[in-house]
Each structure stands twice: as structure tokens, then as C-alpha cells.
């Protein structure tokens, strides 16, 4: 089967960083990439790794451990904006996602 | 910047009915994708389709379902006899090329009576 485990919820506070961890169980591998979703939104690409390593984008990073099955995307200076569900997304192959139970994050001020 | 665009935004349905729900891609992009999200679930891949035919489809998208893309702009979702269990968000997707980002509609609710 395929599988990816998320937190369901995490909290902080503005300003604060926010890792959201996701760990995969696939059958294929070819990258792992992030989407923000808002209540009653579609989801909005973030970030993708295909290697090992961190991916930097603004204020938003992904990092990627093909030999762990790991990844995590860290926020940065959260706002309150960043209040949404995360979801890690694995690609199998090239033709289609599978995403994880989504984390909730919750920022207060 | 250039949108995925779906329509409608809400559908309502009879259980039975036919329904067909509508995506224009980006305009350069040539993969196209369907995903369905149950309320309070995760996004679920339903069918992948490039050169005018389905590059693979999951175990949702049986024989009810059927994609197609009638011009060179629009791509469709049609559900031959809707069940109410198919009461979900549908967001259709596309990318320029085979794994790269997919950019994704604002979804269409659809809700079976």
C-alpha cells in the first residue's frame, strides 16, 4: 500500500517557525512536494524536492531524506495568513499524487 | 498569473443524474488531472490524462467516470449515474510537464441529493 503520516494539528504564534513533518511509504519515488490549502480553497503548490536536501523558497523551506522516507516543510516569521492545512504529497511515479491527511495549523497572535 | 479555472463553482444534483464538471487548463500546459476531496479528507488522485488519452486512473474512477478532452481548451469530468457517496470537491489540475508542479482549480463542490 501507499501511506504518508502527517500531524494532524500544530499551533504557534506569529512570528514563530513551524516544522510540519511527513513520513512516506510508497511504491515509487520520484519527489515529495508541499500544498497549502484554505478552508473552501484548492490547494496551492509550495514546494517540491525531488534529492535530498533543503529547498528554500521565501519564507518557506522543504527538506527531503530519500534514504529515511522523510521530508518536512518549516514556515518561517508565521503569519496569520499561514493559517491553513499542509499537506505533503508524494509522487509515485510521474502521472499522479498521493497526499497525506493534511496537518492543521493554527497561528494565533 | 495564468489559472486553472473551473465551472461550475457548486453543483447540485439528483442521485442518478448525469453530471459534467469543466476545467480550462493552463493554456501551455499539457497534463491534466482529476482529484476528488471528500469533506474534512485528504485529496484523492482520481485519473491522469496527456495526448488525448488516460495515462492511469485509480481505483475511484470506475466505469461511472469518464474524462475527455473536447476541444483544444476544456477538459471534463463526466459521472454517468451519480451515488451520493460522490458528494466531494473536484479539483482538476494540469502541468507543463510530466512531474512537475500541478497547479490546481479552486474546485467544483459537487452535491448529490
Known amino acids: 500500500g501507499q501511506s504518508l503520516e502527517q500531524p494532524s494539528e500544530v499551533t504557534a504564534v506569529e512570528g514563530a517557525i513551524v516544522q510540519i513533518n511527513c513520513t512516506y511509504q510508497?511504491?515509487?519515488?520520484?519527489?515529495l512536494s508541499w500544498y497549502q490549502q484554505h478552508d473552501g480553497g484548492a490547494p496551492t503548490f509550495l514546494s517540491y524536492?525531488?534529492?535530498?536536501g533543503l529547498e528554500e523558497t521565501g519564507r518557506f523551506s522543504s527538506f527531503l531524506s530519500r534514504s529515511d522516507s522523510y521530508g518536512y516543510l518549516l514556515l518561517q516569521e508565521l503569519q496569520m495568513k499561514d493559517s491553513a492545512s499542509y499537506f505533503c504529497?508524494?509522487?509515485?511515479?510521474?502521472?499522479?499524487?498521493?497526499f497525506g491527511t493534511g496537518t492543521r495549523l493554527q497561528v494565533f497572535p | 498569473e495564468p489559472e486553472v479555472t473551473q465551472t461550475p463553482s457548486h453543483q447540485v444534483t439528483q442521485m442518478g443524474q448525469e453530471v459534467i464538471l469543466r476545467c480550462v487548463p493552463i493554456?501551455?500546459?499539457?497534463?491534466f488531472y482529476w482529484y476528488r476531496q471528500i469533506l474534512g479528507q485528504k485529496v484523492e488522485f482520481l485519473v491522469s490524462?496527456?495526448?488525448?488519452?488516460?495515462?492511469?486512473k485509480s481505483e475511484i474512477f470506475d466505469d461511472q467516470f469518464s474524462v475527455e478532452r473536447p476541444d483544444g481548451s476544456n477538459f471534463t469530468l463526466k459521472i454517468r449515474s451519480t451515488k451520493l457517496e460522490d458528494s466531494a470537491m473536484y479539483f482538476c489540475?494540469?502541468?507543463?510537464?510530466?512531474?512537475?508542479?500541478?497547479?490546481f482549480g479552486d474546485g467544483t463542490r459537487l452535491s448529490i441529493l
Open positions: 489540475a494540469s502541468s507543463d510537464q510530466d512531474n512537475q508542479p500541478q497547479h
Open positions: 510508497t511504491s515509487g519515488f520520484y519527489g
Open positions: 524536492n525531488a534529492l535530498d
Open positions: 504529497a508524494v509522487s509515485p511515479n510521474t502521472d499522479k499524487l498521493i
Open positions: 493554456s501551455n500546459h499539457l497534463y
Open positions: 490524462f496527456y495526448n488525448n488519452e488516460i495515462s492511469e
